[in-house]
């Protein structure tokens, strides 16, 4: 497997959002060490029947264990995602929203939701065939400044890759980077939700904390960092309005503006819902991933399922959904026949108001 120098990777993340950084009026934090230069893992055999240039990338939704998905930690340390687990371990790389601080300790954040794991929660999905979680999303913090120091020492010493999250700004948008069969891949991971996390747990220069696409020009120079290292250049955001089945103002915006920074594809969730995906430009933009993993049920839906992309340099070849619906203990279950077919016709129904092309443009 090719690797990127890792000296060379830190100098260059670090270099980027160095030069983006924000005011210095900043809370203090423990001294900020170098950019953690990303993870370049060895990926699954390629599947059977594909062909051997390609490369596939699935993705799901929103992941946690609280409340009737905690006591899968125990139960089913090797199987936490049920069979549906199978469609991304049998991806290149799979990945999920890891919608969780990583603690047994902290003081719960003034809000109204909080959700916590053990850090044996990233040894699970890693077992269950994920590659690579994000945890630039609106409880990444969920128990202040004690839970973030134990989520970056779990992240530290996880064999489980984590983005969107670090000590400093150089190592929260620092990308994941493996290479597949010769093809370079890099996965950048932001949160796009205005609530106390963003306000208060931005990543910045010398404080810890979430990417977020709200320092939108850390996020595109992150981006355009990216392209010069890797052939396939993906960004996973959590975004959109809960329960709002169409992209709002601020998604159409960004996801533009990381298109023409040279994403070949954007995938998000947060919604609690499937959204519309299509083309924008030549980049492929899927708006929301729905629920995976979820503690509630029928938050505003329980359709979701696993998106699988199939790349090439610079080019996404397609993006197949694999439909499920989580059942009454929180699992995402594969569905087929008529249940199959209505998620994907109601997800292919949702374009109308993506702002998308059905087709690559240009």
Request: aromatic share 6%; charged share 15%.
């Amino acid at each position: 497997m090719a690797r990127v120098p890792a000296l060379v990777l830190a100098l260059l993340v670090a270099g980027v959002v160095a030069g983006c950084s924000g005011p210095a009026a900043e809370p203090s934090a423990a001294p900020s060490p170098a950019a953690r230069p990303a993870v370049l893992a060895a990926p699954s055999p390629r599947p059977a029947g594909q062909p051997a240039g390609d490369v596939t990338l699935a993705f799901a939704g929103d992941v946690h264990f609280a409340g009737r998905v905690a006591p899968r930690l125990q139960n089913h340390p090797r199987d936490v995602l049920g069979p549906i687990g199978a469609v991304l371990a049998r991806a290149d790389i799979g990945m999920v929203n890891f919608e969780s601080a990583i603690t047994e300790r902290g003081t719960p954040e003034p809000k109204q939701f909080h959700f916590r794991a053990p850090p044996s929660a990233l040894t699970a999905l890693a077992a269950t065939g994920v590659d690579v979680v994000t945890m630039a999303n609106n409880h990444g913090v969920d128990y202040g400044t004690v839970g973030l120091a134990d989520t970056l020492a779990a992240v530290r010493t996880s064999k489980l890759p984590v983005i969107g999250v670090g000590a400093n700004a150089a190592q929260a948008y620092a990308p994941y980077l493996t290479t597949v069969r010769g093809t370079r891949v890099a996965i950048i991971a932001a949160s796009q939700i205005s609530d106390r996390t963003a306000v208060a747990w931005t990543a910045t220069t010398t404080r810890p904390g979430i990417a977020t696409a709200f320092e939108i020009d850390r996020l595109v120079a992150a981006v355009k960092a990216a392209r010069t290292l890797a052939d396939v250049v993906v960004v996973y955001l959590h975004w959109g309005t809960e329960g709002q089945a169409c992209p709002n103002p601020a998604q159409v915006t960004v996801a533009r503006q990381l298109a023409a920074a040279g994403a070949d594809a954007v995938v998000g969730t947060h919604a609690h819902l499937l959204l519309g995906a299509g083309w924008q430009g030549r980049t492929y933009v899927a708006y929301g991933l729905g629920n995976f993993l979820w503690w509630r049920d029928d938050a505003y839906s329980n359709d979701t399922g696993v998106l699988t992309l199939r790349v090439r340099p610079h080019r996404v070849v397609s993006a197949v959904l694999t439909p499920a619906r989580i059942d009454d203990g929180g699992v995402p279950l594969p569905v087929t026949g008529s249940e199959a077919a209505r998620i994907l016709t109601k997800f292919r129904g949702l374009g109308g108001c993506s702002h998308l092309s059905p087709t690559p443009q240009g």
